[in-house]
């Protein structure tokens, strides 16, 4: 199936450092959302974007929907050692012409905070 | 509480065994799905129903079967001739086909 291409990989940070990470796709979404995941734990939702040029902010997160659809980034400001964590971007809609409202989820961004 | 459930956290399965693990939700969500997670990678889609006693295959439904009899509940088995088990499942479900995902606490499954 389809990924999307979420960078980086991995980042490692001082608390109270800014964040930033971004997704890509070659096709264009409906739905963009942002996850986090603690170790041995389910996803928890963190933001939701349902329209291009879109910036919504939860706390000291903030998630922008790309103009163009196929983009979104997730940053959180002023870091935290609860922030550590695997965030996931997923993107919805009529990425390949399905109908049904699959999500396609991005490889994940490790996130570490050095206290 | 409202939520997602799922049994066992912890499963782990000899060789050439089938097993089932469960996932409930009370959030009265007419779709679920099933997410398979390896380490170092997104989640991809094994199963998913939109409604009761429906259901399609996602990316990688060989080796697994799921049934919807119920609205609350999305039971997963994983068969013998799923060639490479060991994995973390995740369950999820929305209230809409295009609505956000809700996930459960997962399914460690090993295979010995």
């Known amino acids: 199936g389809q990924q999307l291409n979420q960078s980086p990989q991995s980042m490692f940070i001082q608390e109270g450092e800014d964040v930033s990470m971004n997704c890509t796709s070659s096709s264009i979404f409906n739905t963009w959302l942002w996850y986090k995941q603690d170790p041995g734990e389910g996803p928890v939702l963190l933001i939701a974007?349902?329209?291009?040029?879109e910036l919504t902010s939860n706390g000291r997160l903030t998630a922008q929907f790309g103009i163009t659809r196929k983009d979104s980034f997730l940053n959180i400001s002023a870091s935290i050692p609860s922030d550590v964590g695997i965030y996931f971007c997923a993107g919805q809609g009529n990425a390949g012409g399905t109908s049904y409202g699959k999500l396609t989820f991005g490889q994940g961004t490790i996130l570490t905070v050095h206290p | 509480d409202g939520g997602i459930t799922q049994s066992p956290k912890y499963l782990f399965r000899k060789e050439g065994q089938n097993v089932t693990l469960s996932c409930e939700q009370n959030?009265?969500?007419?779709?679920m799905y099933w997410y398979r997670q390896d380490p170092g990678q997104g989640l991809r889609l094994i199963y998913y129903s939109q409604i009761v006693n429906d259901f399609q295959k996602g990316d990688i439904a060989e080796g697994y079967s799921v049934s919807r009899e119920k609205k609350e509940s999305f039971p997963l088995t994983v068969t013998s001739a799923q060639k490479n088990p060991t994995a973390f499942y995740l369950c999820?479900?929305?209230?809409?086909?295009?609505?956000?995902?809700?996930f459960g606490p997962g399914t460690r499954l090993t295979v010995l």
């Open positions: 959030l009265n969500h007419d779709a």
């Open positions: 974007l349902y329209k291009a040029g």
């Open positions: 999820a479900s929305s209230s809409t086909n295009l609505g956000e995902q809700f």
